[in-house]
């Protein structure tokens, strides 16, 4: 079984520019989450879907990001315009339940801004 | 608010040294308590987990106890290998929540 896949491993890009950042999830997976860690600091949660719907949105840090998950299957994350403080490195995790079962994660996108 | 905290690192070691890893937590409720471990170049993988007060989770040789009355999920080694060089997180997920609250982990680096 194919795990958490993410794509691109590493992004350099300039203030301003816009990044989006893909997410496959184990086939068959319901639940997605994306997460950030920014600089050595704890990592944070920024959303979760089920299926295509946005089930918690409450950790994503403004509007200049959006999520979306058409068919319910892999994600993106797209930032737009791109500011300093974005660099980090994102995690994407599924589920098969929601509520406790195991979130197997992929190996982050490390995003960095210039 | 619930958060977790975890000693600072990098903690070093010599090979087959005993390893303790301190966390502690706050949280409303009766949480469920994970800790995940990151090896260089891969993704998060889950080490181990306990779902209530006194149990205690354990793999490849690592153990934590759930332990209600100091609030903390401590993870333990007794002979570390080069191997278990990696960033160790502990996390938490509150009963009827999807989303893990991490520390900021800590990384442990073991040297022959």
């Known amino acids: 079984e194919a795990g958490v896949t993410q794509f691109p491993s590493h992004s350099v890009i300039e203030k301003g520019q816009t990044v989006t950042l893909r997410c496959d999830p184990i086939?068959?997976?319901?639940?997605l989450y994306w997460y950030r860690r920014v600089m050595g600091k704890e990592i944070k949660f920024l959303l979760h879907f089920v299926k295509e719907s946005k089930q918690d949105e409450s950790g994503m840090p403004n509007n200049r990001f959006l999520a979306e998950r058409t068919g319910g299957t892999y994600s993106t994350l797209k930032v737009q315009p791109a500011e300093l403080e974005d660099s980090g490195v994102y995690f994407c995790?599924?589920?098969?339940?929601?509520?406790?079962?195991?979130?197997?994660f992929g190996p982050g996108t490390r995003l960095t801004v210039t | 608010g619930n958060s977790v905290t975890q000693m600072e690192g990098p903690v070093t070691l010599s090979e087959e040294a005993f390893l303790t890893i301190n966390c502690t937590y706050t949280?409303?409720?009766?949480?469920?308590l994970f800790w995940y471990v990151q090896y260089p170049g891969e993704g998060l993988q889950l080490l181990l987990k306990a779902t209530k007060a006194d149990d205690k989770g354990s793999n490849k040789g690592f153990e934590a106890t759930y332990r209600k009355e100091t609030t903390s999920f401590h993870l333990e080694k007794g002979s570390v290998q080069v191997s278990d060089s990696a960033v160790y997180f502990c996390a938490l997920l509150r009963g009827g929540y999807n989303k893990l609250i991490f520390g900021a982990g800590t990384r442990l680096a073991v040297h022959p």
């Open positions: 086939s068959g997976h319901d639940n």
């Open positions: 949280a409303t409720g009766y949480p469920s």
């Open positions: 995790a599924s589920s098969q339940e929601s509520r406790g079962y195991e979130q197997y």
